[in-house]
């Protein structure tokens, strides 16, 4: 079974552009959900998509954005970059229908924000 | 507040040794509980996983301990390999619908 698949892996971008990232699950998988990796933050929750609705969202501000489509690939976008919000952006995927199921992780999508 | 910590933020080990990781979570509420591995470049891995209802669960060379009264999470890994180096995050998961929260991980680095 192929793992989750995000692309591009990297990006640079200039301050006040927006960006869009896409991600494929595992097939069979309905839930996404999106993190930001940084050095100084960790691992931190964007937002989880399911059967195309937003199910669950972070603290992240109205900048960050995402959606999901019937075959539940999902996409976000990050409008006015800012500096800081170069990092590592990560999609999971899991079954999603039932609690105590993993998520599983693609290899993530490195922005650089000059 | 409510964030899932690890104790260690570097761990170094010999090849063949075993190796523990701790995590320490702070959720009473939370019922699940994940360690991830990322090598570098990578998005993280699943290693294993563990409800609430359980206080011991057995991989391949992995073991995971859970304590729910002192609310501590710990990864054992047996006979430590130098492909084993990597960053290793445990993530815990209060109820449905809700977000996994991560602790900021631990760099276990093995020498052969």
């Known amino acids: 079974k192929a793992g989750v698949t995000q692309t591009p892996r990297y990006l640079i971008k200039t301050r006040g552009q927006q960006v869009t990232l896409s991600c494929s699950p595992i097939?069979?998988?309905?839930?996404v959900s999106w993190y930001q990796q940084t050095p100084g933050q960790g691992l931190q929750f964007l937002f989880e998509y399911f059967s195309e609705t937003q199910r669950n969202k972070g603290n992240f501000p109205g900048r960050f954005s995402g959606r999901q489509f019937s075959n539940s690939r999902s996409e976000m976008n990050v409008s006015t970059l800012e500096l800081g919000d170069s990092a590592l952006y990560l999609c999971?995927?899991?079954?999603?229908?039932?609690?105590?199921?993993?998520?599983?992780f693609g290899d993530g999508t490195r922005l650089s924000i000059l | 507040g409510e964030s899932v910590g690890l104790h260690l933020p570097t761990l170094s080990v010999q090849e063949g040794d075993n190796s523990i990781i701790n995590c320490a979570y702070s959720?009473?509420?939370?019922?699940?509980f994940i360690w991830y591995k990322q090598e570098s470049g990578k998005g993280p891995q699943f290693i294993i996983d563990i409800r609430s209802n359980m206080d011991k669960r057995q991989g391949q060379r992995v073991t995971v301990l859970l304590n729910k009264t002192v609310k501590h999470l710990s990864l054992q890994i047996a006979a430590t390999q130098p492909g084993d180096s990597a960053v290793y995050f445990c993530a815990e998961k209060k109820q449905a619908g809700t977000a996994l929260i991560f602790g900021k991980g631990t760099t276990l680095s093995v020498s052969s």
């Open positions: 097939s069979g998988h309905r839930s």
């Open positions: 959720n009473s509420a939370s019922d699940y």
């Open positions: 999971a995927s899991s079954s999603g229908d039932r609690e105590g199921q993993p998520q599983h």
